[in-house]
């Protein structure tokens, strides 16, 4: 099984998920050289050798989604691909378009494709693709209606660079996933005698929280309890709201995805 984004805050939790089943041989990819000896780098992902049976199990590639053909080797490896890779910003470092479509944007959508393209060449091996993208990707944040309630057929209409980038670049990665899996049967159906090429799945959890592995990266789940619990009194805060999923939850969902029968071309909310 191929995690792109493997020592991301999900992806981290698919791994360790991944591992503990004992069946499973994981390459994960992280934009880091695996082999670095400085601290600096080997915080990163150092976590994920950690794991029970990591050293049988869990090998480890330094990959860029903005790179053409940067997964071709490892994917060439796996019969499963997940991919989690994917920038993810809540603070104000981006403020404007330009920085949005940079930071955002990009590489969402065309590190999406440029994983899915990796995949195409070696369809013959890879038999399913689970996409990690978001209730965003139904729902703008600012759009959503309480009491409504969303389906999987929904699909946001009003976030942009502008207003919710977040959201908008998740909208647009998916897409582009749904995108390539169509093209994948118009172009290879018929010499699959009808049959799909390759599956793809679609997962899109609401805010996910729980505990961080990384030792780098204590920061998000600061800032949520800063969100929810303002100041020491231990009052929420009255001008949100917004469900919430179990990182461990989303983790477990996204292995059961890989051989559930007859879910390709579904989106599921969590």
Same mark, same amino acid.
């Given at each position: 099984?191929?995690?792109?984004?493997?020592?991301? +805050?999900?992806?981290?939790?698919?791994?360790?998920?991944?591992?503990?089943?004992?069946?499973? #041989?994981?390459?994960?990819?992280?934009?880091?050289?695996p082999h670095s000896s400085d601290p600096l780098i080997q915080c990163k992902f150092i976590?994920?050798?950690?794991?029970?049976?990591?050293?049988?199990?869990?090998?480890? +590639?330094?990959?860029?989604?903005?790179?053409?053909?940067?997964?071709?080797?490892?994917?060439?490896?796996?019969?499963?691909?997940?991919?989690?890779?994917?920038? +993810?910003?809540?603070?104000?470092?981006?403020?404007?378009?330009?920085?949005?479509?940079?930071?955002?944007?990009?590489?969402?959508? #065309?590190?999406?494709?440029?994983?899915?393209?990796?995949?195409?060449?070696?369809?013959?091996?890879?038999?399913?693709?689970?996409?990690?993208?978001?209730?965003?990707? =139904?729902?703008?944040?600012?759009?959503?209606?309480?009491?409504?309630?969303?389906?999987?057929?929904?699909?946001?209409?009003?976030?942009?660079?502008?207003?919710?980038?977040?959201?908008?670049?998740?909208?647009?990665?998916? #897409?582009?996933?749904?995108?390539?899996?169509?093209?994948?049967?118009?172009?290879?159906?018929?010499?699959?005698?009808?049959?799909?090429?390759?599956?793809?799945?679609?997962?899109?959890?609401?805010?996910?929280?729980?505990?961080?592995?990384?030792?780098?990266?204590?920061?998000?789940?600061?800032?949520?309890?800063? #969100?929810?619990?303002?100041?020491?009194?231990?009052?929420?805060?009255?001008?949100?709201? +917004?469900?919430?999923?179990? %990182?461990?939850?989303?983790?477990?969902?996204?292995?059961?995805?890989?051989?559930?029968?007859?879910?390709?071309?579904?989106?599921? %909310? =969590?």
């Amino acid at each position: 099984v191929c995690v792109t984004g493997a020592n991301g +805050f999900v992806g981290s939790h698919i791994v360790r998920e991944l591992l503990a089943m004992g069946q499973y #041989k994981v390459c994960g990819t992280i934009r880091y050289d695996p082999h670095s000896s400085d601290p600096l780098i080997q915080c990163k992902f150092i976590h994920l050798m950690n794991f029970p049976n990591a050293k049988e199990n869990l090998e480890l +590639f330094r990959a860029d989604v903005m790179e053409e053909g940067s997964f071709d080797s490892i994917i060439s490896k796996c019969n499963y691909v997940i991919h989690t890779a994917c920038p +993810f910003y809540l603070t104000p470092t981006v403020n404007d378009t330009h920085n949005a479509e940079i930071k955002l944007l990009d590489p969402a959508v #065309k590190g999406t494709r440029n994983v899915l393209n990796s995949v195409e060449k070696y369809r013959d091996r890879v038999k399913r693709v689970i996409v990690t993208s978001s209730t965003g990707a =139904l729902i703008g944040f600012a759009d959503r209606v309480f009491g409504k309630v969303y389906y999987e057929t929904d699909w946001n209409e009003k976030s942009s660079l502008i207003s919710n980038p977040f959201a908008y670049s998740k909208t647009m990665a998916e #897409k582009e996933a749904w995108k390539w899996y169509q093209e994948m049967i118009d172009k290879y159906s018929n010499e699959r005698n009808g049959n799909i090429p390759v599956e793809v799945v679609s997962l899109n959890p609401v805010l996910i929280i729980g505990p961080i592995l990384q030792v780098d990266r204590l920061i998000f789940n600061h800032m949520m309890k800063s #969100k929810i619990i303002p100041g020491d009194d231990g009052k929420t805060t009255k001008a949100d709201g +917004f469900s919430i999923v179990d %990182v461990r939850d989303v983790a477990k969902a996204h292995v059961l995805a890989l051989t559930c029968p007859n879910v390709s071309g579904e989106r599921f %909310v =969590l």
